[in-house]
């Protein structure tokens, strides 16, 4: 029957356990020293070798001829073990056996002189799940067991267990262990085993196991079934998972505002089995080592990733503001935390979204994108440029100066305009012909209009304003989305038009609102200082 590579490769002595040697080096110590405990308590994170170590810890303290503390493996109570044809060594799954009735038994037990070895030794797996009975039933037994009991308790959540517990045991504290190591032992057992893998696929496997050594060894031997040539690809394909090439061209587009090829790149994605919720788990885990190389200066060791990678994180994290980063990680963190066991793809289409345009969420975030945007503008008006601020890392694009008193700044291109005019304008919304355009005092209320048939439209029109101009109706917006809605389907305008006719009473067609600009007094006045004024004017 084939044997799973975690427990084909399980260590059978301290020394063969890797990654714990401040834990493996005190037991074989205390062990040469005689001085056995009574109770241990192994605690750490699932697949770092609690188990492994109290196995083995078993054997050491039953063992007819211990060699420096550890288990020979030859006499006839190591053999017992190994094979598993003995009483004496009881293993509990605390997480099905956790009435006080079991640890009843188990006192009833403890009694009993161990039948062939020298201790009987009890190994409690996930302690923590007790009840708050069973623990008291457990308690008095735990602290004066007879000589020949040895208790080892191993958990996960070692802040669960009661205080008189903790007091009671020898306590020893398992580590993650770290990724070169996890990456060494996949290169011994792929060699062992006559199969190939990369050592970006081996790295790939270490920050999927984060700190297991148990889950690397499972995500190998899946891998291992599927090709005896393993790449990052086919660990993608095997696990599910998107993989770094694909999360930093999402991470690239949602950086520039582009949703439309981020949406796309999510799509695909999905259409090739990729888990939603994993996807969300990986753009947390990009976003937080773009954090980590903004704010620490020797970074490399804690980012678990190839050489190759982590020069391609470095000149993303350029690209990026600390703030800006710091927004889209809490955003996906909220969403990981509002999912349940597994995430929709609309549900990763929304953040995707939100990222991609800030200043669309009703959120601290928003207000704090839409200051930016306002920041930026003046910034630009007042050294003759002009700046698209729908995304965070949006350039700068200068533009030529003006050469007579009328001149306007030039804006990004325009939506189309249609050729006809209105017949006629309504009251209180004159069209000015050669003058300048005037405002439409009743724009909120379109927009309240056209909530009803685009609430899309109506939301990325919300910070905007509209003026009527040479028979037009001007709509001042500086998003991004707005232009490709427009440019993208005819029933957009559509929708714009039908609801100003509907409050206004007059069929106007659209134009962009182009401001006229007198260069000549603002190169005497401080686009900064007016616009503070205006708010404390407000």
């Known amino acids: 029957m084939y044997q799973a590579l975690y ?7 301290f020394s063969d356990v890797v990654g714990q040697e401040h834990i493996t080096n005190t037991l074989t ?26 196995k083995i810890l078993a054997r050491a303290v039953c063992c007819e001829n211990p060699q420096n503390g550890e288990p020979c493996g030859e006499c006839e109570a190591c053999k017992t073990v190994l094979d598993g044809n003995t009483t004496d060594i009881s293993e509990i799954d605390a997480a099905s056996n956790n009435g006080v009735n079991d ?58 267990l009661p205080a008189t517990i903790l ?27 006559g199969f190939s893998i990369t050592d970006a696929a081996a790295m790939m496997i270490a920050s999927l196991a984060d700190g297991g050594m148990r889950d690397a060894l499972s995500i190998l031997d899946q891998c291992s079934a599927a090709s005896q040539n393993i790449d990052e690809t086919v660990i993608r394909d095997v696990c599910g998972i998107a993989g770094n090439e694909n999360i930093f061209s999402l991470v690239k587009a949602i950086n520039a505002g582009d949703t439309a090829t981020a949406i796309k790149t999510v799509d695909t994605l999905y259409r090739n089995s990729v888990d939603m919720k994993k996807l969300i788990f990986e753009l947390i885990s990009c ?46 963190q909220e969403m990981a935390e509002a999912l349940s066991t597994s995430a929709s793809r609309s549900d990763v289409e929304l953040v995707i979204v939100k990222l991609c345009s800030p200043e669309l969420a009703s959120t601290v975030t928003s207000l704090k994108a839409k200051v930016e945007r306002l920041e930026k503008t003046v910034a630009a008006l007042s050294q003759g440029k002009v700046v698209s601020v729908s995304a965070p890392a ?22 189309p305009v249609d050729a006809s005019a209105p017949a006629s304008a309504p009251k209180g919304n004159p069209t000015v012909s050669g003058g300048d355009p005037v405002p439409v005092s009743k724009w909120p209320e379109i927009l309240e209009t056209l909530k ?35 440019n993208s389907d005819a029933k957009y305008r559509d929708y714009i038009r039908k609801a100003a006719e509907q409050v206004l009473g007059v069929s106007y067609n659209l134009g962009p609102y182009k401001p006229p600009v007198n260069r000549a007094s603002q190169a005497t006045v401080d686009p900064l200082a007016e616009f503070a004024k205006s708010l404390n004017q407000n």
């Open 29 to 54: 110590g205390s062990l040469m020293a005689g001085k056995t405990s009574h109770a241990y308590l192994f605690t750490g994170t699932r697949g770092t070798g609690k188990t492994t170590c109290a």
């Open 7 to 13: 427990r084909k490769y399980r260590p059978t002595i």
């Open 452 to 486: 009803l048939s685009c609430p899309l439209m109506a939301g990325v029109l919300a910070d905007s304003k509209a003026y009527i101009g040479n028979g037009r109706l001007l709509i001042d917006s500086q998003l991004d989305q707005f232009k490709d809605l427009i």
């Open 394 to 415: 949006r350039q700068e694009q200068s533009v030529p100066k003006a050469t007579a008193q009328n001149d306007e700044i030039p804006l990004p291109e325009a939506p």
């Open 167 to 193: 007091s009671r045991c020898q306590r020893f504290d398992f580590k993650r262990l770290e990724p070169e190591t996890i990456v060494k032992r996949i290169n011994y057992i792929a060699e062992k085993e």
């Open 103 to 160: 640890i009843r038994d188990l006192k009833e037990q403890v009694s009993f002189l161990p039948t062939s070895l020298k201790y009987r030794v009890y190994i409690i797996d996930e302690v923590h799940m007790l009840s708050t009975a069973a623990f008291n039933a457990l308690l008095k037994t735990l602290e004066e067991p007879p000589a020949h009991v040895v208790f080892i308790l191993a958990t996960t959540e070692v802040h669960k």
């Open 287 to 332: 976003y937080r080592n773009l954090m980590i190389i903004k704010t620490v200066k020797s970074v490399r060791e804690l980012i678990v990733c190839s050489e190759a990678e982590f020069i391609e994180l470095s000149a993303m994290a350029e690209s990026y503001t600390l703030s800006n980063i710091i927004d889209a990680l809490t955003a996906l």
